[in-house]
């Protein structure tokens, strides 16, 4: 039980495209998803929070207006990453709050923005 | 706010010693407390989590992890590492629904099993 999916795994685009990456809670309903960011070899830098229904809050630094997300259902989060640019490339991650607050993640999708 | 220490960066065993990993965390309340495994290229699997009840919690693939109140600490052990225990191993905090479920992960611990 608990899985999450994520797709695509890996994706490459060019500068200037937007690129959308889908979370799915796939055996649970999941009314908040979370979304991180992984450079090489450090650890996760959670970007926002997503709750069914309503707004997305994002952590501070993180633009809102580059890093659309969308929470239309239960089972459902998407992020998308507009004008994306070199420097968006990275190791997405999204996560699914389950039971007593525990998040189980998606394997997460590599993006290559050339 | 909370705060994860993951002191080892990197460490290294030989196939079959026991291991431990070290977590300590700083939270004015009683934590949720985590332990994720990620291979490379991979999402994060749940190794085990504490909230509540015996502090000697067990998890999968042989890992267990003890919660230390006076010592703010919740080290990860396996008494035989395998091969392919090799992956980075990730302590995390929260506060439960006070924050929204959210997470502070730690650094991470990058294990290497000598064969």
């Known amino acids: 039980g608990a899985v999450v999916s994520q797709h695509p795994s890996w994706v490459i685009c060019k500068s200037g495209t937007s690129v959308k990456i889908e979370c799915r809670s796939l055996?649970?309903?999941?009314?908040?998803m979370f979304w991180y960011r992984q450079f090489p070899k450090q650890s996760l830098m959670l970007m926002a929070t997503?709750?069914?229904?309503?707004?997305?809050?994002?952590e501070q630094g993180v633009e809102k207006d580059k890093f659309l997300i969308n929470h239309a259902s239960l089972t459902l989060s998407t992020l998308t990453v507009t004008s994306a640019h070199p420097e968006d490339s990275s190791f997405y991650i999204c996560s699914a709050r389950g039971r007593q607050e525990t998040q189980y993640f998606g394997p997460g999708t590599r993006l290559l923005v050339l | 706010a909370q705060s994860v220490t993951q002191p080892d960066i990197h460490i290294t065993v030989s196939e079959g010693a026991s291991l431990e990993l070290r977590c300590n965390y700083s939270y004015g309340a009683t934590p949720y407390l985590f332990w994720y495994v990620q291979s490379p290229g991979q999402g994060l699997q749940l190794l085990l989590k504490?909230?509540?009840?015996?502090?000697l919690v067990q998890g999968i693939k042989g890992f267990e992890a003890e919660f230390k109140r006076s010592q703010s600490s919740f080290n990860l052990r396996k008494p035989s590492v395998h091969w392919s225990d090799a992956a980075e191993y990730f302590c995390?905090?929260?506060?439960?629904?006070?924050?929204?479920?959210?997470?502070?992960f730690g650094t991470g611990t990058q294990l290497k099993v000598e064969l």
């Open positions: 997503s709750n069914e229904g309503s707004k997305a809050t994002y």
């Open positions: 055996d649970f309903q999941a009314t908040t």
């Open positions: 995390a905090v929260g506060a439960g629904p006070q924050t929204g479920g959210k997470l502070t």
């Open positions: 504490y909230f509540s009840g015996d502090t």
